[in-house]
């Protein structure tokens, strides 16, 4: 009996990728583990490997086709022994059509007792814009509801849809032909949005509307960090590890959650989940957009694994061969532009992450020592960024503080 390759979800948030390329034709026998596909998700280009046994009967879709939903059949594998005259029982399901508004007429007890067969994404929107799933609907493979009827079902607005939770407000998108009008006099290059920079902007949009920002500033002394970061550096010359301002800021915060547990916790839509260990995300910046890749339980790594496994992660985040285990969860994340000669700026809060600590560049400037007179010192501005519903102002101001003391006293991120 043939069987069917369906599009897989490679990370748990996956809706639909693109089919970049296939790495078999019609008629290549396959074996259980063989690398079959490559998958390009929002983030990254994955290998895809064969489950079964059999050979290439049918390729249906075709490489680089893009939004491919997950759970979309793409090629039919025949048995030994089958020929071609069963793949007709194999052809693709017309999809139910889009359109089609539940009947509101069917009562919510029924709608109850049938299984709900929804993706992550279109879970996390109904979620978020107050929509009853029973009460839609699905147009994906099975009845699967996706994103696409949760969008359709708040446009419809009716009855019997809409929960009691709240739901947040979207502006419009902008219409890209009306947008190309403005410029039709002048000249200019239009670049296709991938799949990374199509979900940058979603999630920051998503960030920006529905998270309330506010925002804690400090200036942190630097000249101790230095001097111990030059000294530490000198005596690991023989191990090869060469120790970064950010490597201190890694450390400082991961240690920083630990006294201030309150802040080590992320907004999960009815509550809120405190985490145990710091797992700490750093931007990442690379051609096209950035990763977040996470440094799990970073309180307790030192300084030099911490170091070396941050340049490991960020050689493959800029060759885009994390895996999505490896970029996704944490509660807080780090982004560093100071190597840039960024002083100060504000970051974007990454759901569910609760904070995000914006890292600006170490400045010489003057300053006023505790005897009161006025010294050069390096000086470093640092800018949390908070979820005013999971931190408020004064526990916020109690974990910035934490991240000063530790910078400023480095000997203890040590002990």
């Known amino acids: 009996m043939a069987i069917d390759i369906l599009m897989p979800a490679l990370s748990p948030t996956m809706e639909s990728g693109t089919l970049a390329k296939w790495l078999v034709k019609e008629g290549d026998k396959v074996r259980s583990g063989s690398v079959i596909a490559e998958i390009e998700t929002d983030k990254a280009t994955m290998e895809f490997e064969a489950v079964d046994e059999g050979t290439v009967g049918r390729i249906v879709v075709p490489e680089g086709t893009e939004g491919v939903r997950v759970n979309d059949l793409i ?52 979620g978020e814009k107050g929509i009853d ?9 099975h009845g699967r509801i996706v994103k696409a009827d949760v969008d359709r079902a708040e446009a419809a607005d009716m009855p019997g849809v809409r929960s009691s939770a709240p739901s947040a407000a979207r502006p419009p998108e902008p219409d890209a032909d009306a947008v190309r009008r403005i410029y039709s006099g002048r000249e200019f290059e239009e670049i296709k949005l991938d799949g990374m920079r199509r979900t940058i902007a979603a999630r920051l949009s ?48 991961a240690l920083a959650l630990q006294q201030v547990p309150g802040c080590n916790a992320v ?68 982004s560093n532009l100071g190597m840039m000669g960024v002083e100060s ?45 999971v931190i408020d102002g004064a526990l916020g101001a109690a974990f910035l503080d934490a991240i000063r003391k530790n910078l400023e006293g480095p000997l203890a991120v040590l002990a």
Request: proline residues 6%; aromatic residues 4%.
């Open 206 to 253: 998503e960030a920006k509307a529905t998270i309330p920002h506010f925002y804690l500033r400090r200036d942190v002394r630097l000249d101790a960090l230095l001097q111990l970061r030059t000294e530490m550096n000198r005596a690991l010359e023989a191990r090869g590890v060469k120790l970064s301002v950010n490597d201190f800021v890694i450390k400082a915060c």
């Open 75 to 126: 090629a039919v594998l025949l048995e030994d022994g089958e020929d071609a005259g069963v793949l007709e029982a194999a052809a693709p399901q017309p999809q139910k059509d889009p359109a089609k508004a539940p009947d509101p007429q069917i009562g919510q007890a029924h709608r109850a007792d049938r299984r709900l067969f929804a993706s992550p994404l279109a879970r996390r929107f109904a």
């Open 345 to 389: 700026f504000d970051a974007v809060i990454n759901p569910p992450h609760a904070s995000i600590l914006a890292v600006g560049a170490g400045v010489k400037r003057p300053v006023v020592n505790t005897s009161g007179e006025i010294e050069i010192a390096t000086t470093m501005t640092i800018t949390l960024s908070v979820d005013h519903r």
């Open 267 to 334: 907004w999960a839509g009815d509550r809120i989940l405190r985490l145990k260990p710091s797992d700490v995300a750093v931007a990442v910046a690379i051609e096209g957009g950035l990763y977040t890749p996470v440094l799990s339980d970073a309180e307790s790594q030192s300084l030099s694994v911490l170091s070396e496994e941050m340049k490991d992660l960020a050689l493959r985040a800029r060759a885009r061969k994390l895996a999505p285990d490896e970029y996704q969860g944490g509660s807080f994340a780090i």
């Open 133 to 141: 799933l029973a009460s839609i609907e699905g147009s994906g493979p």
